[in-house]
């Protein structure tokens, strides 16, 4: 029996549901449907008027969930796909990232984003927005690479007092499988090494921790050994985790799929470089998708974001120096 | 609403003066829908979102004096303690939600608390309100929220009120129907209209609104006419609003038609408002003078996190 | 229509042999309201935005069946060379704006476009038109694009397909008024209802909404009822909608129904109708046959810039 | 005489609209009001129809803005303040920023953007979105700094057949004046030495250009020269200039008034230690906002944003290395 990362997100809201009266789920078909992803298959059965069929209507969705967390509830909104969430915008960085802030009450609300290209999928159910949300105080961004870890800090995260950007990764939904869900459990703000290495660091999230683990394979047999960190949220960014690495790799390849400017890996690359120049004996590198839309045909997709070729090419370029 | 005209004018001569910190935008003219809603709204049970316009709704729903001239005189004491200002105030945790600037925005807010007490089994007896103007009705959030609320069958009160500008912009480019009450059928909710300038017919529509939406049947939007008689803010002299319209029949001063009722109803003396008048204009000047004896906020003292979530490895 | 659900047959049984890339959403059940818009408008003075439902539309718009097969199939030299897929493909020099997934958000983008013909002096005798579902209407940009397109009084026909789903989702958690044509009023616009599912009445009210909005009387809201004849997507069995909806008149096929008005109405016979199924059979397989045969997209030639503009000093 | 920035941004506006039968302006406020900043004032007796005052509906703004461009108008669209343009984020990222790649027909609209703090605005009214858009592909982001910029940046900007998000620094409005609009034209692209030095660069935009400058002279008495580059578009970035003047100075502060987290700053940073790793003497240094909401209260206010003494103090450091 193994369980997919969409299954842990599943049985995580399971698990809240059961153990936390405060929880409910208001989202675009995921009461009798169990969501466009199924990702709350079941759940509008086992626990009736705490799952909600919403209308399309993301601003009023997420107002919604403001107001219910200021009566003391934790809701979890599913966004159907994290590119609309871009009509939620307003509500997500105005009124719930401010509230905390501004009023000194904090809002519990947790924002689901199916996030991340798949093949086919195209410029609008393709979007990587954690590094969008980052930018605004008052929110967490969490990103998730393990079936373990959507799991854990799902639980966790909508058990922090502030709202959440929970980025689930659409590629991992079905393609990630694991034994168990009770894999390693680490508190959120800290990063994972998720494979040891000396020659060079990769930090990553989400999906493109899987690919790079694929190059950093590919690169034993030209007797390279990459250390790659897995940060699991992008805020907090666990700089302690990331330092020590590049500590003992001396060198940095940030890597993302979103969109090159600015973003994840432009945060990593420089807060390293603030506190650690002197731990790096080459220039930290960054590798992105690429600066359009994301595009439809599998072909193109395949060449926007970064892939095991293009990871151990920038890795190569990098143990160069 | 006699008190917070005092209040207001009190304000305005504040911000001449050079003595508040930010903009100061006033609810003159609006006073008698404004108080309405207050006075119709039961603290402790209800939740009222007000909007920039409604320092009556505020006054008469019981939030403090010294709340709004600490907030305007940039005392640390105030509720938003300097982070947020003037009009963006709240007490969430009373019942009355911090309203942000982006209009619209509020209507799901308060669907969302009055959702919140149906999970948590007190919705019964309990209603929210909100006001908007007449611009914030061509917001999306606006349509979500009310659109969300007739759904889900929720007591909320969305009182528009039309003071036929919004910032200098007139309603026929705002809207080209009738009147807006004609989006209640819409929605699926009822809609009343009223004129926003005579008080008693305010309080009794509005009321009535309250109660139908206290007593189960669902959303209702009130649509008071009236005209905002002041600038925009006070940097602004509203010297677009064309003569016709202010002196028109909405250009009436909603106060003065409220005294006048009070005692031509009998409800009051002269004397008696002649009382209240120099009472209030006391409590302002009470708790104008308390705000600015009180420190400022303190940069170095202040608390530079936006989440209430602490990490060992945050460094921003 | 009939081109259009046996084009639509094929791109179903391409999907189910794993041919497509990306996904398919079929437009069966609502053919004769989409054909109806694409029959009344005029290609190359009329504005189209289709949606995801609006094969009938385009069809009948003028849309040659290749740029379909094309985009489908992932040929190169479709109208959007692999960038954006199947339904989101469009040709705006040719009138047709590519539509975006954030639905209610063409609304406002017809509407400029016809605002610029105003501004041109070119906007006599011409209309816009765009369908959205009944999911659609609950979103801010609906609200915003429609009142916006009333304020400004532009030619603007808004088709709501309301086929009673939104993906899974029923029309009650949706809105709550009797009929969606009630919000016509509320933005003080015309307002129409139909039965979707009779090919005749549909072309008759809509051609009268288009010609409405061409000789000047403003927007035009025309909401017609019925139900889609297939999941959300060719993923999906649509095993929510009740076997009562399903079974009851909206579930009947509108392009059986119109094939019986036709012959009924001695518009056509039914050997006719044999002909063109025939002859329409063979253009899509013609269609599909060419858009087989050429080549995918080639990422090693792909210009990959989101901009027109070229910098010297760009490195992104 | 001397001109304000908002008289340049007015006057180019009233030459684009003398010049260019297709532009129009629509906004809220911005017809017979003259908008809330004065920026279009007498524009529309000028030229009666080709400025119009909008619903409050950001959304359908963009949306109209679109549509017109893409039969051949060059909108501008003014945002009463930036802030508001939460409410447009789908239409301007998702509809405007993809549209050239989608279709190969571009969109030239330019969205004006009243940016940035100043005392008692408070969190709605005083934010920096130019890291949030400049993420997306397929917008052109400009910051201009002085008078002449800000004229000639717009003129130019509307000219560009891509979408622009041109940010205007409400306090540099009537702050900031100049003898004449006139001044030195530079390309879009191309990035501008304020402020020479040999000690260290600072890489600012928009207002705190200004106060990197008032930074510098500060530092002149302990001996210090410093350059300052003016970035004047943060997408595109030159980096040419950015590298030419790390090569003279050997250190970097990348400075801004937005949100700490990501942004242009990051970007900077990254981007100079990515190709210009070997040009750098110490650790290179950011200074932005802090990572809350803007405080209302002028004094909050101005400890929240860099001012002179915070960058002196980051010079400080930067130049102890
Ligand atoms: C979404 C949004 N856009 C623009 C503004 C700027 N703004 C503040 S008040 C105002 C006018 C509001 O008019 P109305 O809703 O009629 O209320 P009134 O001021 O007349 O009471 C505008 C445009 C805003 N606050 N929110
Ligand atoms: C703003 C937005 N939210 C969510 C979605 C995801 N989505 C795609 S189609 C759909 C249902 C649309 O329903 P309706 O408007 O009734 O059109 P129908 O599919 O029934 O023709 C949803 C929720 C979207 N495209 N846009
Ligand atoms: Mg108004
Ligand atoms: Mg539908």
Redesign the interface.
């Known amino acids: 029996m193994s369980v997919t990362y969409v299954d842990a997100i599943r049985e995580a809201q399971e698990t809240l549901l059961r153990e936390d009266p405060r929880v409910f789920l208001y989202g675009q078909d995921i009461a009798n449907f169990g969501g466009a992803f199924k990702a709350t298959k079941g759940l509008a059965e086992a626990f009736p008027n705490r799952v909600f069929d919403a209308p399309i209507s993301e601003d009023a969705m997420i107002g919604l969930a403001v107001g219910a967390a200021i009566e003391g509830m934790r809701p979890i909104i599913e966004m159907q796909f994290a590119d609309f969430s871009s009509i939620a915008f307003n509500q997500i960085v105005n009124q719930a990232a401010t509230h905390f802030y501004r009023t000194g009450m904090p809002i519990p609300l947790t924002v689901r984003l199916p996030s991340g290209g798949t093949p086919g999928s195209g410029p609008f159910h393709s979007q990587s927005m954690e590094g969008i949300y980052a930018q605004y105080p008052g929110l967490i961004v969490l990103t998730p690479a393990t079936v373990s870890d959507a799991y854990h800090m799902l639980i966790d995260g909508v058990a922090l007092d502030d709202p959440v950007i929970f980025c689930e990764h659409k590629f991992l939904y079905r393609w990630l499988k694991a034994k168990t869900i009770h894999g390693d459990r680490l508190p959120i703000g800290q990063a994972r090494i998720i494979r040891h290495g000396k020659h060079a660091t990769v930090v990553a999230y989400s999906a493109m921790v899987h690919e790079a683990v694929r190059a950093a394979d590919r690169l034993v047999q030209d007797g390279w050994e990459i250390e790659v960190v897995d940060l699991r949220s992008v805020k907090p960014l666990d700089m302690d985790t990331v330092l020590a690495s590049v500590a003992r790799t001396g060198r940095l390849l940030a890597l993302g799929e979103a969109f090159p400017w600015g973003g994840v890996t432009a945060e990593v690359v420089s807060r390293v470089c603030a506190e650690g120049f002197h731990l790096l004996d080459a220039p930290p590198q960054r590798l992105n998708a690429r600066d359009t839309p994301v595009p439809y045909h599998p072909k193109l997709w395949a060449a926007h974001r970064p892939t095991p070729e293009s990871i151990c090419e920038a890795l190569r370029h990098l143990l160069s120096f | 609403m006699l008190k917070s005209r005092i209040l207001e004018n009190k304000l305005s001569s504040l911000y001449k003066a050079g003595k508040i910190?930010?903009?100061v935008y006033l609810g003159r003219g609006q006073e008698a829908v404004s108080a309405s809603l207050g006075t119709a709204l039961i603290q402790g049970t209800d939740f009222f979102a007000p909007l920039i316009r409604d320092q009556a709704g505020r006054t008469a729903f019981g939030e403090p004096l010294i709340d709004c001239t600490r907030t305007y005189l940039?005392s640390a004491a105030g509720?938003?303690?300097?982070?947020?200002?003037n009009i963006?105030r709240?007490?969430?945790?009373m019942g009355m939600?911090?309203m942000?600037?982006?209009?619209?925005?509020?209507?799901?807010?308060?669907?969302?608390?009055?959702?919140?007490?149906r999970?948590?089994g007190t919705l019964a007896g309990r209603v929210g309100a909100t006001c908007v103007g007449d611009?914030?009705t061509?917001?999306?959030?606006?349509?979500?929220?009310v659109?969300?609320a007739?759904?889900e069958?929720l007591p909320l009160v969305i009182v528009v009120a039309n003071n036929q500008f919004?910032?200098?912009?007139p309603n026929?480019?705002?809207?080209?129907?009738?009147d807006?009450s004609?989006?209640?059928?819409?929605?699926?909710?009822q809609g009343h209209s009223v004129d926003g300038t005579d008080l008693l017919e305010s309080a009794r529509v509005i009321r009535q609104a309250v109660e139908l939406a206290r007593s189960g049947a669902g959303p209702q939007m009130v649509v008071a006419q009236l005209l905002r008689l002041s600038g925009h803010g006070e940097h602004d002299d509203g010297s677009?609003v064309p003569l016709p319209v202010r002196n028109g029949h909405y250009g009436r001063d909603c106060v003065e038609v409220a005294m006048r009722q009070l005692v031509d109803h009998q409800i009051a003396t002269v004397d008696e408002i002649l009382a209240w008048q120099d009472q209030y204009a006391e409590e302002v000047q009470r708790a104008v003078a308390q705000a600015q004896q009180e420190p400022?906020?303190?940069?170095?003292r202040?608390v530079?996190?936006?989440?209430?979530?602490q990490?060992?490895?945050?460094?921003?």
Request: glycine share 14%; proline share 5%; net charge neutral.
């Open positions: 910190v930010g903009g940039g509720p938003m303690r300097g982070r947020d200002g963006h709240g007490r969430p945790e939600p911090a942000i600037s982006h209009l619209g925005a509020q209507v799901s807010v308060v669907a969302g608390m009055l959702f919140a007490k999970l948590q611009g914030a061509s917001t999306g959030a606006f349509h979500e929220g659109n969300l007739a759904i069958n919004a910032y200098s912009t026929h480019r705002q809207f080209v129907c009738a807006l004609e989006r209640a059928a819409g929605y699926g909710i677009y400022v906020p303190d940069p170095y202040e530079w996190s936006a989440t209430r979530t990490f060992d490895t945050q460094s921003i």
